[in-house]
């Protein structure tokens, strides 16, 4: 069965610090990766897409991905308590769909 | 992205009556995608709607439990027939490009609760 694990939290972060969010899969063909942030009570909004091994930077947030260890990451620099939320990792396994992580909760403290 | 809304936006039922929930996009979209998301849980995928044929169904749900319509590329609904108490959760849509794992942009959601 195809799995994406992440560590639930609550990960607890002073402001201003770097958040590092991790995230395995299962499914060694997935070619697709994606970070949700979701906050509570709300939906899950895109923060990040990454398909190629290395770095990604957009803003704040730097999405890495490893395929040869089936290892995706999103750093969140310089954070803020607006960033307090769950993020979920998603990896494409099949054409359009993605599977989820159950989400890691993060606090930013002030 | 596409912007995406839900009908209703909430609602209260009483176990053994059913609901259907509305997903309305302003764009034309090829796949549309149901999940539910139980309290403190992630997200389950339930079925994929395409336009003009049956829904594809997750292992675990079935259509006689969760009827999905997708009469049009804009529009889907999906049922939840008989509910019961363990059917309280989010019902959220969503839409994608239809290619391989294309990003997915999801609808504000329908939060259910079954007495």
């Known amino acids: 069965q195809k799995e994406v694990e992440q560590n639930s939290g609550p990960l607890s972060v002073p402001e201003g610090a770097i958040a590092s969010l991790n995230c395995t899969y299962s499914d060694r063909v997935s070619q697709s990766f994606f970070w949700y942030r979701q906050y509570s009570g709300k939906s899950p909004e895109l923060i990040m897409s990454i398909y190629s091994n290395g770095d990604k930077e957009d803003g704040r947030f730097t999405a890495q991905l490893n395929k040869a260890s089936q290892y995706v990451s999103l750093l969140i620099r310089d954070s803020q308590p607006s960033d307090s939320a769950t993020y979920l990792c998603?990896?494409?396994?099949?054409?359009?769909?993605?599977?989820f992580g159950s989400g890691t909760r993060l606090s930013i403290r002030p | 992205s596409a912007v995406i809304s839900q009908k209703p936006s909430r609602d209260i039922c009483q176990r053994g009556t059913s609901l259907t929930i509305q997903c309305q996009v302003d764009?034309?979209?090829?796949?549309m995608f149901w999940y539910r998301q139980q309290p403190g849980q992630s997200l389950t995928l339930i079925a994929t709607a395409n336009q003009g044929s049956e829904a594809t169904y997750e292992s675990g749900f079935v259509i006689d439990k969760f009827p999905i319509s997708r009469p049009n590329l804009t529009f889907s609904t999906l049922t939840v027939s008989n509910m019961s108490p363990e059917d309280s959760s989010i019902y959220l849509c969503?839409?994608?490009?239809?290619?391989?794992?294309?990003?997915?942009?999801f609808g504000p959601g329908t939060r259910l609760l079954v007495l």
């Open positions: 764009s034309q979209v090829t796949m």
């Open positions: 969503s839409v994608g490009g239809g290619g391989a794992g294309e990003t997915q942009y």
């Open positions: 998603a990896v494409g396994v099949s054409a359009s769909k993605i599977i």
